[in-house]
């Protein structure tokens, strides 16, 4: 974290350049089994290949609108930061009709289809699969994104006292997050969120805060399919020091 820092972005860079090999997500979906672990190189990297995406095939700049329709998963909080680095504002759950692009995982794929700009499907499969056959109307992010770049230059420079963000009925400049952010970390935790990416709460315990304090996050999905002995377990093994369920 670098006092400098004045969007999600920044952050991420100063992550980057202090401690590049460090973890920063692991992912869990405790309903397929899934485990990831992506250090902060392996997510920055991620992030500046959806950029590109974002910026360069999608065509969206500052101030354009990504309905995000995505549940509490990796590939979210890279989209996430995605849209920091590029400058547009994150809705998270926002209403894809009034959208330039959409961002939808397989669940929400109707919803998706009134956004009559750019759409984006995950599949959101282990490993960041592809979809075994690519929804019409949409373009499969698995497919896309692996050819993009991977060092990202945004075509505008950010302006962190924009929009950035909206969650749960509140709009937050990139300048806000970070702010916030900042208040809720606790320096070098390692955090399990079983929150969901659709408040405040969720995004700042599951990404935001332990980017900003040099932590890191365990980012669990679907947490109620497991036990609450292996719930302990999970702790103790992953070195967690803060929970948030």
Do not use: I
Request: proline share 6%; with cysteine.
């Amino acid at each position: 974290m670098n006092a400098t820092d004045r969007t999600p972005a920044d952050l991420l860079r100063s992550a980057l350049a202090a401690d590049p090999g460090r973890p920063l997500v692991t992912f869990y979906d405790d309903a397929t089994g899934e485990r990831v672990e992506l250090s902060v190189a392996t997510f920055a990297n991620w992030v500046a290949k959806t950029a590109n995406l974002l910026q360069g095939e999608l065509g969206a700049g500052p101030g354009d609108r990504v309905a995000v329709l995505l549940p509490a998963h990796w590939q979210t909080a890279v989209w996430l930061l995605a849209c920091s680095s590029v400058g547009v504002v994150a809705d998270v759950g926002g209403d894809p009709s009034g959208a330039d692009v959409v961002v939808s995982g397989p669940e929400s794929l109707e919803a998706a289809r009134a956004c009559g700009g750019e759409r984006v499907a995950l599949a959101l499969r282990p490993l960041g699969g592809r979809f075994p056959q690519t929804p019409a109307g949409f373009v499969d992010y698995a497919v896309e994104v692996p050819s993009q770049g991977d060092r990202f230059v945004a075509f505008s420079p950010v302006d962190p006292e924009e929009p950035a963000l909206v969650v749960g009925g509140g709009e937050f400049t990139g300048a806000e997050v970070v702010e916030r952010a900042r208040a809720d970390g606790d320096a070098g935790a390692r955090v399990l969120s079983g929150l969901s990416y659709d408040t405040w709460d969720g995004l700042s315990s599951g990404l935001y805060a332990p980017l900003a304090s040099g932590g890191s996050v365990v980012l669990c999905r679907n947490l109620d399919q497991l036990g609450e002995g292996a719930l302990a377990k999970r702790v103790e093994s992953e070195r967690v020091g803060v929970s948030r369920l």
